[in-house]
T-cell receptor
């Protein structure tokens, strides 16, 4: 089944403890992206990647890192999480050619205390 | 910067009534427009994808139109059912110098049995 898989689905952590949220897709998509969703603010893009070893900042990149060493994986790294990073996170992927549409993962609910 | 607006923010209708959800965007230089459904705390499910060259797309009881020049899209859901209760998100990919998916804040629909 074609899908975007995120792990974990739920995570509670403490301020300052480094964490990684994994994202993997099996559709050979070039384009991958991370979004966070907050009440009243909607979905905002954190980082995106056009292809392997190519990443760029979205609208809200502060406090996050990403890497794209393989085409299928695009992990989101929080080096020193803070409470304002408590949110619902989504990974998405697409073919690079405009017009193919996005596929989203099921989301990761992160709570930083 | 691309701005996407969805009206109304919330909608409550009796079962059987047709639903009309509106989406507008400020930059008409888009590649495509995608409608998603989101259940509370869950991921995004793609409903319809309309390419910039298309006027509408249909899937079952769902029909989405696109007027690119005026920056508008409308999602019609015929003969609504309680299972249609969810938040519906409109997203556009691209705009001038804008290679990303920009989301509206969504319309939360409640269908009363």
């Amino acid at each position: 089944e074609a899908q975007v898989t995120q792990n974990p689905r739920y995570l509670i952590t403490v301020t300052g403890k480094k964490l990684t949220v994994t994202c993997s897709q099996n559709m050979n998509h070039e384009y991958m992206s991370w979004y966070r969703q907050d009440p009243g603010l909607g979905l905002r893009q954190i980082y995106y990647s056009m292809n392997v070893e190519v990443t760029d900042k979205g609208d809200v990149p502060e406090g996050y890192k990403v890497s794209r060493k393989e085409k299928r994986n695009f992990p989101l790294i929080l080096e020193s999480p803070s409470p304002n990073q408590t949110s619902l996170y989504f990974c998405a992927s697409s073919f690079a050619t405009p017009g193919s549409g996005y596929t989203f993962g099921s989301g990761t609910r992160l709570t930083v205390v | 910067k691309q701005e996407v607006t969805q009206i109304p923010a919330a909608l409550s209708v009796p079962e059987g009534e047709n639903l009309v959800l509106n989406c507008s965007f400020t930059d008409s230089a888009i590649y495509n427009l995608q409608w998603f459904r989101q259940d509370p705390g869950k991921g995004l499910t793609s409903l319809l994808l309309i390419q910039s060259s298309q006027r509408e797309q249909t899937s079952g009881r769902l029909n989405a139109s696109l007027d690119k020049s005026s920056g508008r899209s409308t999602l019609y859901i015929a003969a609504s059912q309680p299972g249609d209760s969810a938040t519906y998100l409109c997203a556009v990919w691209g705009g001038s110098n804008d290679y990303k998916l920009s989301f509206g804040a969504g319309t939360t629909v409640t269908v009363r049995a």
